[in-house]
Structures are given as structure tokens and as C-alpha cells.
């Protein structure tokens, strides 16, 4: 079983510290009774205040439908220790299994929304749908990220970068270039 | 001085090997006799055929007007070789400096765009604006990339992530989970 992070409340206009690195994300959703976990890796940070973030999710996923109808979902980070389940997440299909059983991951309320959290991940983003005026076209959904738990260490996780081809790249170390930085670029 | 690595043509489709773990990278651009360099961490692959980007870029940016007359950019992938160039151009803006004079950078003509490719990245992807429908409201780009240049090794390059507040981390070690992975989400 993994290891269950303790987590505290996280601004949500800093998501970004977990979020513009790139790293695969589990999507959770629900929709009445049903509930679904997909991987995504095509998304990006949008705007700070509100907390707004982009993300294709192909009408091809079993997720689409509850995302769609419910216009909630939850962006999930998970770390390294978690790779076998994001690579099994993201090779099966909610219309035959329930991923958070087959899976081992712990479905947690969520505050903001139905869709629940997976309480192994890293941090937990709570989202609403914002805007949809480019979904019909590019399956690309723009969310507000409403609040966000976050794990209390460490402050930057090992992540897994998705290249294609079943191949991550893994974070990382961390550098820092703070003194060449413009203090209006920087948090205070 | 840096490197300029010899590159080959690559498929326009597969960008999303150097796009998806969510490098930071620098967007060339040119507009009559001007010219321009900015970083950029806010981009998702939205489609593989035709090939797309979305990417914010925000309006306070000297490159904003560049890129939204000239509908054109190239979108360069530095390495961590290129680490406290990438800091330079973040941090300057090109309405006060030429950055590729300021930085050492090399201006290479592109094939299918007026604006220049950066020499010393490790890949470079020509685009068009393919789609503004978002640009007024969220600043939202959608580029179609139309030629890919990438250099011939490695296959995985060490790239830069930006997670806010002057601190990058750093793609470490591959790993492959193909025997895991549908075939049909396979290169073949």
C-alpha cells in the first residue's frame, strides 16, 4: 500500500510550484454513483488569480463524459513511489474496472467539489470547470483551481514527466537562481 | 560561448516527446526588423496531427505584439547547459536590449517562419498561430507546428522545469515502462 502524505491547505494562486514543471497528473472524477481516474499529461497553468489551469482530455477517455457533466474534477500529483499505479491507471479503462480498487488508491472527500481525492498523491487540486468555449473543438477544458492540499514536505516532490512511447523522465535536482531573478518575478 | 549541436529533421507529430514533460523554453520572434527572445513555462501539446502547442504569452511581454502581428514564432528547447542564459533572457526585456546579441545567441533562418531559430537549443519547432479564439481573453495561443529540428543526441536531453520563484528542477533519470503500456499508445 502507499503511503498516505499528511497534507495542509495550499494558496491556490502558487499551484503553479506543482503544476508548470509538467508533471503527469491523475485526474479524479464522479458523476452520480460513478467515479474514474485518468493520467494526463497535456495541461498548463493559465492564470494566477483566479487559479486557472488548461488541459486536453480526449473525448476517448471514460472520464470525459463524467468531467463533462459534472464540470468538476480533481488534478491529483503523484510521486515516483507511485509510478506502477499511474502506468496502470493510465493502460486501463474506467468502463471496466474501478481504478481506485484495482489500484489500492484511497477515494477522500473533497471540500469544493463531488469528485474525491486520492489521498496518496502529493497534492490534490479541487477544480471547476471555468470555461468551456474550447472544448467541442480541442477536448481542451479550462479550470479554476478552487483549493489545494498539498503535502507538507518535501517542498518539491520527485515527479514523473511523461515523453510518449511508455518512457519518463523523472525530476530532478533543484537549482535555484534567486539573486538573478527581478523581485517583481519572485514571491515575497 | 555554447554549443550549437547538429540537428536533424524530425516529425512534427512527436514534438510531444520534448513538449509534454514541461521543459521551459524560449519563443523567438520577428516583426519587420525587430526581433525577440522570451522564456515561457505556461505551454500543453493539444494535438498530434495537425501538431499543436497552446501557450500563454502574456501581453506585458515585448514579444506579445510580435507574435500576435507576425502570427509566427519558433518555440526552442534549451538544456541545462543554457541555464544562466535562459535566467538572462527571463529577465530582461527586449523593448531595452537585442537579447541574442546581450546573450550570445545565434539568429539561424527557419524554414517555414520569418522568425529565427536559436542555434544553440537543443530542438527548435517553427509555428503559426493556428488558432486566436482565446488570445483576448486569456492571452492563449494555439500554434500549429509546421517543422521540427532536433538535435541527433541525446534522445532525452537534461532539461530546465520552472516551478516559480526563481528555482528550477532539473529532468534526471529515464525510465521505461513500455512493457506495461497498450500497444496502441505505442510509437511504433
Chains 1, 2 share one sequence.
Not at 51 to 66: D, E, M, P, R, T
Not at 93 to 116: C, N
Amino acid at each position: 500500500m502507499a503511503r498516505q502524505p499528511a497534507k495542509a491547505d495550499f494558496p491556490v494562486s502558487q499551484v503553479r510550484r506543482y503544476l508548470e514543471p509538467g508533471p503527469i497528473v491523475m485526474v479524479s472524477s464522479a458523476l452520480g454513483g460513478r467515479r474514474n481516474i485518468m493520467t494526463m499529461g497535456w495541461h498548463t497553468v493559465m492564470e494566477f488569480t483566479p487559479s486557472l489551469v488548461g488541459c486536453v482530455i480526449a473525448g476517448s477517455n471514460h472520464s470525459f463524459a463524467l468531467i463533462r457533466e459534472s464540470r468538476e474534477c480533481v488534478i491529483n500529483l503523484p510521486t515516483t513511489a507511485l509510478t506502477d499505479i499511474v502506468v496502470g491507471v493510465g493502460n486501463t479503462s474506467g468502463a471496466e474496472i474501478d481504478k481506485f480498487e484495482t489500484f489500492g488508491l484511497t477515494a477522500q472527500p473533497a471540500m469544493r467539489v463531488q469528485a474525491p481525492l486520492i489521498a496518496e498523491c502529493h497534492a490534490n487540486f479541487e477544480c471547476r470547470l471555468y470555461d468551456d468555449a474550447l472544448v467541442e473543438r480541442y477536448n481542451f477544458f479550462i479550470f479554476e483551481v478552487l483549493k489545494a492540499h498539498v503535502a507538507k514536505s518535501p517542498r518539491h516532490p520527485e515527479t514523473l514527466h511523461y515523453t510518449g512511447n511508455g518512457e519518463f523522465v523523472i525530476s530532478g535536482k533543484v537549482i535555484s537562481r534567486r539573486r538573478w531573478f527581478r523581485p517583481e518575478l519572485l514571491d515575497s
